[in-house]
């Protein structure tokens, strides 16, 4: 278990109401549009990428997976952001996507 898996298993035993609110709060936005699932994951893993967080990256990265995304969309969604947030955030983006894509 990741340390962004322990801390997110300890936010939700010790704010079970609000964390249900916004994992609920999520749906509602996907369902709020057109856009699909993998598709949706791959543009909040690129929010997650902009603002430095390892945790949403890992997160989205492992989403994105289930939701169809392939290794190689994510890793082009991420090398995409290279003209917006700047190549070192991109790399480190790219970085966090290995840990859990493993080897792809």
């Known amino acids: 278990m990741s340390r962004y898996t322990s801390n997110y298993t300890w936010l939700e035993s010790k704010f079970g109401k609000a964390m249900e609110a916004h994992q609920e709060f999520g749906k509602a936005l996907q369902e709020a549009g057109p856009i699909e699932v993998k598709e949706a994951q791959l543009i ?49 983006a790219i970085s966090w996507a290995r840990e859990i894509i493993k080897g792809n």
Not at 52 to 65: C, D, P, T, W
């Open 44 to 92: 909040q893993l690129a929010g997650a990428a902009a603002v430095k967080s390892e945790g949403a990256v890992h997160s989205h990265v492992k989403r994105a997976l289930a939701a169809g995304a392939q290794p190689g969309e994510i890793y082009h969604a991420l090398l995409l952001l290279s003209s917006t947030i700047g190549f070192p955030a991109t790399a480190a």
